[in-house]
């Protein structure tokens, strides 16, 4: 079975700050990762996700995220946050059997001040 | 693009009623989900669909049941609807060719308070 702990639930930065959200995985296979946004009032759309191959993946509005197997992590990154950033953000893991449905985790949210 | 569309909202039910939740997906997309969404908890699995009229129990289907008769349509039903059940109830839908890796689309999900 697999498992996603997001560290932190809330997280707060300045305008123009690095973003950081963490996340671990737990997994007895080679796992799909797998970073979700959802802006207030509405479904939840895909940032990224990392499958196979560059551990380094890049996805949508600046965002990236780094597989680190031997961390079992899957850390989100932005160089410079901007307000519309704010959002709750989630990871969330599945392994390769088709049709295997997504594990998520708790979520955290993301404030930017200006 | 695809659009999922969940039918309510927003609802207001009393306990003990039955309660139907409607999503409807328009890209011929295989795979269906219900997820649960709580503060502090995240996303809950419910239900899962493979095609029509499959289903799989997720990690909380205690109370719940679905219904999967067309593949454009997947329906999450509460028998007897309890305070407990109070929550965001989310449908995503996935293309099946892609197995495991495909992107998970969303609807806007159904605020279901019971009173």
């Known amino acids: 079975a697999q498992s996603v702990t997001q560290l932190g639930s809330h997280v707060s930065v300045s305008e123009g700050a690095l973003v950081l959200l963490r996340c671990n995985y737990s997994s007895s296979v080679p796992p799909y990762l797998f970073w979700y946004v959802q802006y207030p009032n509405q479904g939840l759309q895909l940032l990224l996700k990392y499958t196979t191959g560059a551990t380094l993946v890049k996805g949508i509005n600046g965002f990236e995220a780094e597989f680190k197997k031997s961390e079992t992590s899957f850390h989100l990154t932005k160089p410079s946050a901007h307000m519309s950033d704010a959002a709750e953000y989630f990871c969330?893991?599945?392994?390769?059997?088709?049709?295997?449905?997504?594990?998520f985790g708790k979520g955290t949210t993301l404030s930017v001040s200006s | 693009d695809v659009k999922v569309t969940q039918s309510s909202r927003y609802l207001v039910k009393r306990t003990g009623e039955k309660v139907f939740l409607e999503c409807v997906q328009d890209?011929?997309?295989?795979?269906m989900f219900w997820y649960r969404q709580d503060p502090g908890l995240g996303l809950r699995l419910i239900y899962f669909s493979y095609d029509v009229k499959m289903k799989e129990k997720g990690d909380i289907p205690e109370g719940y049941s679905v219904s999967r008769e067309k593949k454009e349509r997947f329906s999450l039903i509460l028998e007897s609807a309890s305070t407990n059940q109070t929550s965001m109830y989310l449908c995503?839908?996935?293309?099946?060719?892609?197995?495991?890796?495909?992107?998970?689309?969303f609807g806007e999900g159904s605020r279901l308070t019971v009173l």
């Open positions: 995503a839908s996935r293309v099946m060719g892609q197995g495991a890796i495909g992107e998970l689309f």
């Open positions: 890209m011929d997309h295989e795979n």
């Open positions: 969330a893991v599945t392994t390769f059997e088709a049709g295997t449905a997504l594990i």
